[in-house]
């Protein structure tokens, strides 16, 4: 990305699109932000899978001026396993090879893109509150070179032969800019005017939806945070042969909790199948919680803590197939464009950005414990 006189446009809601958002406004240039179609989702985790998109996080919420403290490398998700919270299956395999075969084995496809075999969180902040904070200080005005466009589709790019000289809007409206990142649903780049055909890195890339269910409670709930992370079995349904995981964490007062659930394509199609599912949920962590400590004493089970309920849903969440992307894509055809995409977690959606900006790849605030300097060396071999 080099310096234009005229504005980059970047195209998207999700963690690549904020991410990039971020460091370029921040940076003094001047953005277009478009939402278009609005695809995103909170983090599923209080940790993020340990990689180099942790650091570049650790590097925005610096550069804003976000405080989230430490960052600490280790394993704190816990799987609900004979009615008590355990360390998952994969986390007493000796190797990090052997870790993330288990890991693979036991979960499903779109599930892999939740959770890592080693993970990264920060003492004070989840990820939904850093990416939270995050989004504020980036709309609060800060930045008088920074404009949203929202509730307007793309349609296509204007070209002076392959170089992008501006993004067509539904509205039209064209946005003259000299690069554009897309960082929103790959199954809309097809039909954009200007893209080239038998785009072969959308091959083989089957789209997983997500539904998601962030409660507010009415007392702090989760037993003080940031702590773990929790998962547990959804019950199969009759003729039902997937097996699926309620995944979810509270937030650093306790006073929220965010739950995430894969679907399939067949599933996304049918919003009957999206209501069972929800309820599923819910009976899922009543079943999870009931006579833990994890919840206010007097509370019978998760349900009786719920103010109140917002859901969320993503038709294209993660990627099952594929290599995972972990930097930009760019096209001859379309010169000035970079893609970017939030289907294979968001560690690697940030470490797209990392790459697409020369990002560093470490940060110096980091604080690491010595006695898990080899397990980052390990994560990044072997998970990244």
Known sequence: MTPQSKPVAVIGDGWA?????????????????????GARILSPLASLEWGPGVSVLNELALKLGVTCGDLQ???????????????PMWAKSPTPEDRLQVRNELLWEPERQVVGVFEARWDLMTPVEIEGEIRKGLVSGRFPHLSRVEGVPVVGFEKNGNDVVAVKLGSGESIECSQVVYADRWSHLPGLEGMPKGMSFLRNREAMGVLQASFTHDFP?????????????????PGKDIERHVWGHFSSDG??????LCLSPEEIEDNHEISKKLRRLKGTLDR??????????GKLNFGATILEEQVRFEEEAFFTQGKALTEPLTMPEVVGLVILTDGYGSSRAFQQVGEMLGVAGSSKSASVDAENRELKSQALDFVS
């Open 221 to 237: 709930s989760g037993g003080g945070a940031p702590a773990s992370s929790y998962f547990a079995p959804l019950f199969r349904a």
């Open 73 to 87: 490398t280790g394993l704190w998700i816990r799987e609900f396993r004979n009615k008590a919270f355990r360390e």
């Open 255 to 260: 006073k929220k909790s965010v739950w995430t």
């Open 288 to 297: 999870m919680f009931q006579g833990s400590d994890l919840i206010p004493p």
């Open 17 to 37: 699109a904020l991410a990039s958002v971020g460091f370029l406004a921040s940076s003094g240039v001047d953005v277009k932000w478009i939402v278009c179609r």
